[in-house]
Protein backbone atom coordinates (compact mmCIF):
# COMPACT_ATOMS: atom_id res chain seq x y z
CA UNK A 1 0.00 0.00 0.00
CA UNK A 2 2.61 2.45 0.96
CA UNK A 3 4.87 1.64 -2.27
CA UNK A 4 1.49 2.43 -4.27
CA UNK A 5 1.00 5.36 -2.43
CA UNK A 6 4.70 6.67 -2.91
CA UNK A 7 4.62 5.56 -6.69
CA UNK A 8 1.43 7.67 -7.30
CA UNK A 9 2.53 10.66 -5.49
CA UNK A 10 6.18 10.61 -7.96
CA UNK A 11 4.16 10.51 -10.76
CA UNK A 12 1.91 13.44 -9.65
CA UNK A 13 4.81 15.30 -8.89
CA UNK A 14 6.29 14.57 -11.96
CA UNK A 15 3.48 15.38 -14.25
CA UNK A 16 3.26 18.78 -12.46
CA UNK A 17 6.91 19.40 -13.15
CA UNK A 18 6.53 18.25 -16.55
CA UNK A 19 3.30 21.08 -16.86
CA UNK A 20 5.61 23.55 -15.30
CA UNK A 21 8.60 22.79 -17.31
CA UNK A 22 6.40 23.73 -20.60
CA UNK A 23 7.61 25.96 -22.45
CA UNK A 24 6.60 29.94 -22.22
CA UNK A 25 4.05 31.76 -24.77
CA UNK A 26 6.71 33.47 -27.22
CA UNK A 27 3.46 34.64 -29.33
CA UNK A 28 3.54 38.26 -29.39
CA UNK A 29 2.67 41.34 -32.07
CA UNK A 30 4.30 42.39 -34.99
CA UNK A 31 7.93 44.19 -34.29
CA UNK A 32 7.28 48.09 -34.73
CA UNK A 33 10.54 47.61 -37.50
CA UNK A 34 8.83 45.14 -39.26
CA UNK A 35 5.36 46.67 -39.26
CA UNK A 36 7.35 49.84 -40.72
CA UNK A 37 8.31 47.54 -43.19
CA UNK A 38 4.80 45.82 -43.93
CA UNK A 39 3.41 49.51 -44.30
CA UNK A 40 6.00 49.89 -46.70
CA UNK A 41 5.05 46.86 -49.13
CA UNK A 42 1.23 47.39 -49.21
CA UNK A 43 1.04 48.35 -52.50
CA UNK A 44 3.12 45.64 -53.63
CA UNK A 45 1.80 42.44 -55.10
CA UNK A 46 1.77 40.21 -52.13
CA UNK A 47 3.97 37.15 -52.75
CA UNK A 48 7.54 36.09 -51.32
CA UNK A 49 9.61 39.48 -51.84
CA UNK A 50 13.48 39.53 -50.46
CA UNK A 51 13.68 43.35 -48.90
CA UNK A 52 16.42 45.36 -48.57
CA UNK A 53 16.53 48.53 -46.18
CA UNK A 54 18.05 51.34 -47.40
CA UNK A 55 19.34 53.06 -44.67
CA UNK A 56 20.66 49.92 -42.59
CA UNK A 57 22.67 49.50 -45.72
CA UNK A 58 24.01 52.28 -45.82
CA UNK A 59 24.85 52.48 -42.16
CA UNK A 60 26.47 48.79 -42.55
CA UNK A 61 28.66 50.06 -45.44
CA UNK A 62 29.79 52.72 -43.74
CA UNK A 63 30.73 51.06 -40.84
CA UNK A 64 32.70 48.54 -42.03
CA UNK A 65 34.69 51.32 -44.18
CA UNK A 66 35.17 52.86 -40.23
CA UNK A 67 36.16 49.36 -38.90
CA UNK A 68 38.91 48.67 -41.29
CA UNK A 69 42.06 50.00 -40.66
CA UNK A 70 41.98 53.00 -43.30
CA UNK A 71 45.37 52.25 -45.19
CA UNK A 72 43.75 49.11 -46.62
CA UNK A 73 41.56 48.86 -49.70
CA UNK A 74 37.97 46.65 -49.40
CA UNK A 75 37.48 44.29 -52.44
CA UNK A 76 33.98 43.94 -52.59
CA UNK A 77 32.52 39.94 -52.08
CA UNK A 78 29.66 39.85 -55.28
CA UNK A 79 28.58 36.56 -54.30
CA UNK A 80 27.82 37.91 -51.41
CA UNK A 81 25.69 40.72 -52.60
CA UNK A 82 24.50 39.01 -55.75
CA UNK A 83 22.86 42.28 -57.24
CA UNK A 84 24.20 45.11 -59.47
CA UNK A 85 22.96 47.51 -57.65
CA UNK A 86 24.20 46.09 -54.08
CA UNK A 87 27.47 45.60 -55.57
CA UNK A 88 27.03 49.83 -57.02
CA UNK A 89 26.17 50.62 -53.29
CA UNK A 90 29.22 48.74 -51.30
CA UNK A 91 31.65 50.47 -54.63
CA UNK A 92 30.71 53.66 -53.86
CA UNK A 93 30.50 53.65 -49.75
CA UNK A 94 34.00 52.47 -49.90
CA UNK A 95 35.30 54.49 -52.99
CA UNK A 96 36.86 51.10 -54.73
CA UNK A 97 36.50 49.69 -57.92
CA UNK A 98 37.73 46.48 -56.85
CA UNK A 99 35.57 43.09 -56.44
CA UNK A 100 36.26 39.25 -56.43
CA UNK A 101 33.91 37.14 -58.41
CA UNK A 102 33.68 33.22 -57.89
CA UNK A 103 32.05 31.52 -60.78
CA UNK A 104 32.13 32.05 -64.45
CA UNK A 105 28.81 33.07 -65.38
CA UNK A 106 28.96 36.11 -62.31
CA UNK A 107 32.34 36.96 -63.91
CA UNK A 108 31.22 37.49 -67.24
CA UNK A 109 27.86 39.96 -66.50
CA UNK A 110 30.27 42.01 -64.17
CA UNK A 111 32.81 42.27 -67.05
CA UNK A 112 29.97 43.47 -69.28
CA UNK A 113 27.73 45.59 -66.74
CA UNK A 114 30.43 47.27 -64.93
CA UNK A 115 33.47 47.19 -67.54
CA UNK A 116 35.67 49.43 -65.17
CA UNK A 117 35.94 47.21 -62.19
CA UNK A 118 39.46 45.36 -61.24
CA UNK A 119 38.45 41.80 -60.64
CA UNK A 120 40.31 39.03 -58.41
CA UNK A 121 38.81 35.13 -58.47
CA UNK A 122 37.91 34.23 -54.85
CA UNK A 123 38.31 30.12 -56.20
CA UNK A 124 40.36 28.39 -58.67
CA UNK A 125 38.32 28.07 -61.87
CA UNK A 126 39.14 25.29 -63.66
CA UNK A 127 41.10 26.37 -66.80
CA UNK A 128 37.76 25.34 -69.00
CA UNK A 129 35.39 27.86 -67.12
CA UNK A 130 38.05 30.59 -67.19
CA UNK A 131 37.70 29.97 -71.29
CA UNK A 132 34.28 29.65 -71.14
CA UNK A 133 34.25 33.25 -69.20
CA UNK A 134 37.06 34.52 -72.03
CA UNK A 135 34.70 34.27 -74.79
CA UNK A 136 31.31 35.46 -73.50
CA UNK A 137 30.77 38.84 -75.40
CA UNK A 138 32.29 41.47 -73.78
CA UNK A 139 32.37 45.53 -73.30
CA UNK A 140 35.20 46.83 -75.74
CA UNK A 141 36.71 49.31 -72.75
CA UNK A 142 36.82 45.91 -70.36
CA UNK A 143 40.39 44.33 -70.90
CA UNK A 144 40.40 41.00 -69.28
CA UNK A 145 44.71 40.72 -69.91
CA UNK A 146 44.73 43.69 -67.59
CA UNK A 147 41.34 43.41 -65.17
CA UNK A 148 41.35 39.94 -63.73
CA UNK A 149 43.68 38.59 -61.71
CA UNK A 150 42.66 34.38 -62.33
CA UNK A 151 43.68 32.78 -59.05
CA UNK A 152 45.64 29.87 -59.33
CA UNK A 153 46.48 26.99 -56.65
CA UNK A 154 48.69 24.48 -58.25
CA UNK A 155 51.48 24.21 -60.52
CA UNK A 156 49.15 21.82 -62.78
CA UNK A 157 46.35 24.36 -63.17
CA UNK A 158 48.89 26.91 -63.86
CA UNK A 159 50.00 24.72 -66.70
CA UNK A 160 46.54 24.54 -67.80
CA UNK A 161 46.07 28.23 -67.94
CA UNK A 162 49.66 28.89 -69.76
CA UNK A 163 47.77 26.69 -72.13
CA UNK A 164 44.23 28.61 -72.36
CA UNK A 165 47.09 31.82 -72.96
CA UNK A 166 48.76 30.43 -75.55
CA UNK A 167 45.71 29.14 -77.29
CA UNK A 168 43.95 32.34 -77.62
CA UNK A 169 46.85 34.94 -77.27
CA UNK A 170 45.41 36.09 -74.22
CA UNK A 171 47.47 37.78 -71.95
CA UNK A 172 46.14 36.44 -68.50
CA UNK A 173 47.43 37.66 -65.27
CA UNK A 174 47.70 35.26 -61.96
CA UNK A 175 47.31 35.54 -58.54
CA UNK A 176 48.28 32.54 -56.25
CA UNK A 177 46.25 31.43 -53.29
CA UNK A 178 48.14 30.71 -50.41
CA UNK A 179 46.79 28.48 -47.26
CA UNK A 180 47.32 30.76 -44.18
CA UNK A 181 45.80 27.67 -42.38
CA UNK A 182 42.42 27.60 -43.47
CA UNK A 183 42.99 24.31 -45.40
CA UNK A 184 40.54 25.00 -47.90
CA UNK A 185 43.23 25.31 -50.59
CA UNK A 186 45.94 27.15 -51.58
CA UNK A 187 50.01 26.62 -51.98
CA UNK A 188 51.22 25.42 -48.71
CA UNK A 189 55.13 25.11 -49.14
CA UNK A 190 57.25 27.21 -50.62
CA UNK A 191 59.11 24.81 -53.30
CA UNK A 192 55.12 24.80 -54.80
CA UNK A 193 55.14 28.32 -54.90
CA UNK A 194 58.73 28.28 -56.33
CA UNK A 195 57.91 25.93 -58.85
CA UNK A 196 54.66 28.13 -59.86
CA UNK A 197 57.28 31.25 -60.08
CA UNK A 198 59.37 29.61 -62.31
CA UNK A 199 56.48 28.57 -64.61
CA UNK A 200 55.28 31.87 -64.78
CA UNK A 201 58.75 33.54 -65.35
CA UNK A 202 58.99 31.02 -68.69
CA UNK A 203 55.26 32.06 -70.09
CA UNK A 204 55.14 35.68 -71.43
CA UNK A 205 51.71 35.84 -71.65
CA UNK A 206 51.42 34.73 -67.82
CA UNK A 207 51.87 37.45 -65.40
CA UNK A 208 52.16 37.25 -61.73
CA UNK A 209 49.64 39.46 -59.91
CA UNK A 210 49.94 38.88 -56.41
CA UNK A 211 48.23 36.29 -53.42
CA UNK A 212 45.52 35.62 -52.17
CA UNK A 213 45.14 34.03 -48.59
CA UNK A 214 41.22 33.22 -47.48
CA UNK A 215 41.70 33.23 -42.89
CA UNK A 216 37.95 32.75 -42.31
CA UNK A 217 39.24 29.97 -39.42
CA UNK A 218 40.20 33.01 -37.33
CA UNK A 219 36.90 33.93 -36.28
CA UNK A 220 35.65 30.03 -36.41
CA UNK A 221 38.02 27.88 -33.95
CA UNK A 222 37.67 27.71 -30.12
CA UNK A 223 39.19 31.33 -28.50
CA UNK A 224 40.78 28.58 -25.46
CA UNK A 225 44.04 29.64 -24.37
CA UNK A 226 45.57 32.11 -26.86
CA UNK A 227 44.43 29.53 -29.63
CA UNK A 228 43.55 32.62 -31.94
CA UNK A 229 46.66 34.58 -31.44
CA UNK A 230 48.54 31.65 -32.33
CA UNK A 231 46.55 31.15 -35.70
CA UNK A 232 46.48 34.68 -36.06
CA UNK A 233 50.71 34.84 -35.94
CA UNK A 234 50.49 31.92 -37.91
CA UNK A 235 48.28 33.11 -40.76
CA UNK A 236 50.78 36.22 -40.63
CA UNK A 237 53.86 34.49 -40.55
CA UNK A 238 52.71 32.06 -43.93
CA UNK A 239 51.71 35.37 -45.57
CA UNK A 240 55.24 36.93 -45.23
CA UNK A 241 57.36 33.72 -45.82
CA UNK A 242 55.22 33.42 -49.20
CA UNK A 243 55.62 37.22 -50.16
CA UNK A 244 59.09 37.35 -49.24
CA UNK A 245 59.88 34.15 -51.33
CA UNK A 246 57.77 36.00 -54.32
CA UNK A 247 59.63 39.35 -53.75
CA UNK A 248 63.24 37.19 -54.02
CA UNK A 249 62.16 35.80 -57.26
CA UNK A 250 60.81 38.45 -58.98
CA UNK A 251 61.82 41.32 -57.44
CA UNK A 252 60.33 44.02 -55.19
CA UNK A 253 58.37 45.23 -57.93
CA UNK A 254 55.11 44.50 -55.22
CA UNK A 255 53.92 47.60 -55.19
CA UNK A 256 51.26 46.71 -57.78
CA UNK A 257 50.49 43.38 -56.33
CA UNK A 258 47.43 42.46 -54.79
CA UNK A 259 47.85 40.61 -51.32
CA UNK A 260 44.54 39.89 -50.52
CA UNK A 261 43.26 38.51 -47.46
CA UNK A 262 40.31 38.95 -44.85
CA UNK A 263 36.10 38.19 -45.39
CA UNK A 264 33.16 39.28 -43.14
CA UNK A 265 33.96 37.55 -40.22
CA UNK A 266 38.35 38.67 -39.86
CA UNK A 267 38.21 41.77 -41.64
CA UNK A 268 38.39 43.80 -38.58
CA UNK A 269 41.53 41.80 -37.53
CA UNK A 270 44.05 43.51 -40.38
CA UNK A 271 46.30 46.85 -40.01
CA UNK A 272 48.75 47.79 -42.44
CA UNK A 273 52.00 46.61 -40.38
CA UNK A 274 51.81 43.39 -42.24
CA UNK A 275 52.07 41.52 -45.60
CA UNK A 276 48.00 42.24 -47.02
CA UNK A 277 47.17 45.38 -48.73
CA UNK A 278 43.34 44.82 -49.31
CA UNK A 279 40.89 43.13 -47.33
CA UNK A 280 37.68 41.32 -49.19
CA UNK A 281 34.00 42.00 -47.16
CA UNK A 282 30.38 40.95 -48.68
CA UNK A 283 27.98 39.07 -46.57
CA UNK A 284 28.79 41.80 -43.33
CA UNK A 285 27.31 44.88 -45.60
CA UNK A 286 23.30 42.86 -45.25
CA UNK A 287 24.15 40.73 -41.82
CA UNK A 288 22.75 37.68 -42.37
CA UNK A 289 22.18 35.70 -38.90
CA UNK A 290 25.70 33.33 -39.92
CA UNK A 291 27.38 36.89 -39.23
CA UNK A 292 26.11 38.04 -35.55
CA UNK A 293 29.43 37.61 -34.15
CA UNK A 294 31.06 40.20 -31.71
CA UNK A 295 32.83 41.54 -34.21
CA UNK A 296 30.40 42.44 -36.32
CA UNK A 297 28.10 43.76 -33.22
CA UNK A 298 28.03 47.08 -34.85
CA UNK A 299 25.98 46.69 -37.91
CA UNK A 300 22.26 46.05 -38.21
CA UNK A 301 20.76 43.07 -40.47
CA UNK A 302 19.47 45.12 -43.70
CA UNK A 303 17.58 41.83 -45.39
CA UNK A 304 14.64 40.36 -44.86
CA UNK A 305 12.32 38.00 -46.33
CA UNK A 306 8.66 39.32 -47.05
CA UNK A 307 6.14 36.92 -47.56
CA UNK A 308 2.07 36.86 -46.79
CA UNK A 309 0.28 34.19 -45.12
CA UNK A 310 -1.86 32.51 -47.42
CA UNK A 311 -4.13 30.64 -44.22
CA UNK A 312 -4.63 30.31 -40.59
CA UNK A 313 -5.65 27.38 -38.74
CA UNK A 314 -7.04 27.81 -35.47
CA UNK A 315 -5.51 24.54 -34.27
CA UNK A 316 -2.23 22.79 -35.87
CA UNK A 317 -3.05 19.55 -37.08
CA UNK A 318 -1.00 16.69 -38.50
CA UNK A 319 -2.22 15.02 -41.11
CA UNK A 320 -5.12 12.09 -41.17
CA UNK A 321 -3.25 9.37 -38.84
CA UNK A 322 -0.68 11.66 -37.04
CA UNK A 323 -3.57 13.65 -35.36
CA UNK A 324 -2.80 12.92 -31.90
CA UNK A 325 0.65 13.82 -32.42
CA UNK A 326 0.26 17.48 -32.99
CA UNK A 327 -2.80 17.42 -30.05
CA UNK A 328 -0.30 16.52 -28.02
CA UNK A 329 2.80 18.81 -29.30
CA UNK A 330 -0.09 21.60 -28.90
CA UNK A 331 -0.92 20.74 -25.10
CA UNK A 332 2.63 20.61 -24.29
CA UNK A 333 3.74 23.59 -26.50
CA UNK A 334 1.66 27.08 -26.27
CA UNK A 335 3.68 27.84 -29.42
CA UNK A 336 2.46 25.16 -31.53
CA UNK A 337 -1.51 25.64 -30.96
CA UNK A 338 -1.99 27.48 -34.04
CA UNK A 339 -0.53 26.71 -37.77
CA UNK A 340 0.08 29.37 -40.51
CA UNK A 341 0.82 28.37 -43.78
CA UNK A 342 3.14 31.17 -45.74
CA UNK A 343 3.78 31.46 -49.73
CA UNK A 344 6.64 29.64 -50.10
CA UNK A 345 9.26 28.56 -47.64
CA UNK A 346 12.07 26.15 -46.77
CA UNK A 347 14.09 28.97 -47.29
CA UNK A 348 17.92 29.55 -45.29
CA UNK A 349 15.85 31.80 -43.41
CA UNK A 350 14.45 31.97 -40.05
CA UNK A 351 11.29 33.65 -39.16
CA UNK A 352 12.00 36.81 -36.79
CA UNK A 353 8.13 38.55 -36.85
CA UNK A 354 5.59 38.51 -35.98
CA UNK A 355 7.48 36.68 -32.42
CA UNK A 356 6.99 33.14 -32.01
CA UNK A 357 5.98 31.81 -35.18
CA UNK A 358 8.19 29.10 -36.02
CA UNK A 359 8.65 25.92 -38.85
CA UNK A 360 6.96 23.57 -37.48
CA UNK A 361 9.43 20.49 -36.07
CA UNK A 362 6.62 17.91 -37.01
CA UNK A 363 4.92 18.89 -40.71
CA UNK A 364 7.49 18.60 -43.41
CA UNK A 365 9.02 21.57 -44.57
CA UNK A 366 7.80 22.51 -48.13
CA UNK A 367 9.21 25.53 -50.57
CA UNK A 368 5.76 25.71 -51.92
CA UNK A 369 3.84 26.25 -48.55
CA UNK A 370 5.73 26.28 -45.67
CA UNK A 371 3.59 24.81 -42.20
CA UNK A 372 4.38 27.34 -39.30
CA UNK A 373 3.27 27.37 -35.92
CA UNK A 374 2.79 29.98 -33.40
CA UNK A 375 0.31 30.24 -30.21
CA UNK A 376 -2.68 32.23 -30.41
CA UNK A 377 -1.26 35.65 -28.99
CA UNK A 378 0.20 36.24 -32.27
CA UNK A 379 -2.33 38.16 -34.47
CA UNK A 380 -2.06 36.95 -37.55
CA UNK A 381 -4.71 37.01 -40.39
CA UNK A 382 -4.83 35.86 -43.87
CA UNK A 383 -2.67 38.54 -46.05
CA UNK A 384 -0.71 39.80 -43.15
CA UNK A 385 3.24 39.38 -44.23
CA UNK A 386 5.56 37.43 -41.92
CA UNK A 387 9.34 38.34 -42.10
CA UNK A 388 12.39 36.18 -42.14
CA UNK A 389 15.81 36.72 -41.79
CA UNK A 390 18.10 35.45 -44.41
CA UNK A 391 21.04 32.72 -42.57
CA UNK A 392 23.55 33.84 -45.47
CA UNK A 393 22.80 35.83 -48.52
CA UNK A 394 25.35 34.10 -51.73
CA UNK A 395 22.20 31.04 -52.59
CA UNK A 396 19.51 32.23 -51.04
CA UNK A 397 19.52 35.94 -52.72
CA UNK A 398 19.61 33.95 -56.14
CA UNK A 399 16.36 32.55 -55.27
CA UNK A 400 14.60 35.89 -55.47
CA UNK A 401 14.03 37.93 -58.91
CA UNK A 402 14.39 41.56 -57.78
CA UNK A 403 15.03 42.87 -54.18
CA UNK A 404 12.14 45.61 -53.19
CA UNK A 405 14.75 48.42 -51.98
CA UNK A 406 13.04 50.11 -48.85
CA UNK A 407 14.00 53.66 -47.65
CA UNK A 408 11.88 55.98 -45.05
CA UNK A 409 9.24 53.20 -45.42
CA UNK A 410 8.53 53.51 -48.98
CA UNK A 411 9.78 50.97 -51.79
CA UNK A 412 12.16 53.27 -53.88
CA UNK A 413 13.77 50.89 -55.95
CA UNK A 414 13.78 47.52 -57.45
CA UNK A 415 17.36 45.64 -58.31
CA UNK A 416 17.15 42.45 -59.93
CA UNK A 417 19.67 39.29 -58.49
CA UNK A 418 21.93 38.09 -60.99
CA UNK A 419 20.42 35.41 -62.52
CA UNK A 420 20.92 32.03 -61.10
CA UNK A 421 24.42 30.54 -60.81
CA UNK A 422 26.26 28.46 -58.64
C1 LIG B 1 38.29 33.84 -50.84
C2 LIG B 1 37.23 34.52 -50.05
N1 LIG B 1 37.44 35.77 -49.61
C3 LIG B 1 36.52 36.43 -48.89
C4 LIG B 1 35.31 35.85 -48.59
C5 LIG B 1 34.40 36.62 -47.71
O1 LIG B 1 33.10 36.80 -48.07
P1 LIG B 1 32.09 37.39 -47.01
O2 LIG B 1 32.58 38.74 -46.61
O3 LIG B 1 30.81 37.43 -47.72
O4 LIG B 1 32.11 36.46 -45.83
C6 LIG B 1 35.04 34.54 -49.03
C7 LIG B 1 33.76 33.90 -48.71
O5 LIG B 1 33.50 32.76 -48.95
C8 LIG B 1 36.03 33.85 -49.77
O6 LIG B 1 35.84 32.60 -50.19
Redesign the pocket.
Known sequence: MKRRHLLLGAAAAGAAGAWLARPADAGGPALAYFEGLQRALGGLPAMPTLVVDRQRLRANLGRIRQTAHPKLPLRV?VK?LPALGLLDAAMAAWATRRV?LFNAPQLALVAMARPDVDILL??PLPASAARWALEQPGDARFDPGRQIQWLVDTPERLAEYAVLAKGRGQPMRINIEIDVGLHRGGVETGNQLATMLGLLRNEPLLHFAGL?G?D?HLAAIPDLAGNRASAQAEAQRRYAAMLALARERLGPADAAWTLNT????TFHLHDDRHAPNEL?????AVKPSDFDKPSLAMLEPAAFIATPVLKTMDEFRLPVGAETVSRLAGWWDVNQRRALAIHGGHWLADPVSPPGVAPSGLYGASSNQQVLVASPSVPLAVGDWVFLRPRQSEALFLQFGAIVVIDQGQPVEHWPVLPASA
Open positions: VSMGKMYAAGSPSVGSA
